[in-house]
């Protein structure tokens, strides 16, 4: 290149110096960002208050760990309804009544609106923010909507705790969550069947007339001494209990109801149940707060730059001519 010519990829001012880098110098994609960060037309964002950086900072913090609570519900009702064969099966069909597909579809909302939340607290997005909180209200409206429905029906649903029993009973084998939970309720609460040992006679693999093997017995969360003093459970400690009078029965196995003791300990533990509702609605109308306030933010300093946005503009506008 001779000398005197200026090459065509390097701009000059009027004194031959070369600009600085600026955000026009590196692309119009920066630009366009910067200005979608802001929530403006163009223009660099200016800097919000200390205030509102600590509530930035707050909204960006605690929704990243509601969205990680959120994804790790979502992995694990996945996880359950890939290990039960239900999620293939679930295409094209009738969705399955699944204990997991509702940790699914719950990890899926709290994920989606806890990023929608973590994305707008740190990108500065009012639409996001927006999002976030109607989420949130809605999470607020369906919880206060569950919280007094419960109330109202308290009596009815601690009445119908025999029939709900006596339905997983029959239904002891058709899905390892049922199973699971009946396992767990007549190991912690020492307990057998609904009203009585007896009620598992409605089931069609332990009723006396069954031709199977378990027939005349009771599943091992039963037993009185499921391990038996082993480290595994016997599950044959139980077998035919059922054909047993209650005088030999009380030796292996619980002979009262799950129905009363089920009873008891919710009303025990009502109370804790309800304090831990309490903390959660709390937390979540925190977070309502926090995108309201930092939306205000957002607001007025998108009215100041627009108010000054103009004239700066066309100071800035180069002469022609």
Not at 113 to 136: D, Q, T
Request: glycine share 14%.
């Amino acid at each position: 290149m001779e000398e005197g010519e200026r090459s065509p990829l390097l701009s000059q001012d009027a004194g031959g110096q070369e600009p600085p880098l600026t955000s026009s110098c590196l692309g119009p994609a920066l630009q366009k960002g910067q200005a979608w960060r802001a929530g403006l037309g163009g223009g660099r964002a200016a800097p919000l208050p200390l205030r509102s950086s600590c509530l930035q900072g707050l909204t960006f913090l605690s929704n990243f760990l509601f969205s990680l609570l959120g994804l790790l519900v979502l992995a694990i009702g996945l996880w359950g309804l890939a290990v039960k064969g239900s999620l293939g099966s679930s295409w094209g069909g009738p969705l399955p009544a699944d204990p997991m597909l509702g940790l699914l579809l719950g990890g899926l909302a709290v994920s989606a609106v806890s990023l929608a939340g973590c994305l707008g607290a740190l990108c500065e997005n009012a639409c996001l923010l927006r999002c976030f909180s109607g989420g949130l209200l809605a999470f607020l409206v369906l919880e206060a909507v569950a919280g007094a429905l419960v109330v109202a029906l308290w009596g009815p649903l601690q009445d119908s705790l025999g029939h709900a029993l006596r339905v997983a009973i029959t239904h002891y084998q058709d899905d390892p969550d049922l199973r699971f939970l009946i396992d767990q309720v007549q190991l912690g609460l020492q307990c057998c069947g609904a009203a009585s040992y007896q009620d598992w006679q409605q089931n069609l693999y332990f009723n006396c007339s069954s031709p199977g093997v378990q027939a005349c017995s009771l599943p091992a969360s039963c037993c009185i001494d499921p391990q038996e003093d082993g480290a595994s459970v016997n599950d044959q400690c139980g077998f035919g209990a059922l054909g047993l009078d209650e005088d030999a029965a009380q030796r292996v196995v619980h002979l009262e109801g799950c129905g009363a003791p089920l009873r008891r300990w919710l009303r025990g533990n009502v109370r804790a149940v309800g304090g831990w509702a309490v903390a959660v609605v709390l937390v979540q109308g925190a977070e309502l707060l926090l995108a309201i306030q930092l939306l205000k933010s957002l607001a007025v300093r998108k009215g100041a730059a627009e108010s000054f946005g103009p004239g700066a503009g066309s100071r800035a506008e180069p002469a022609r001519g």
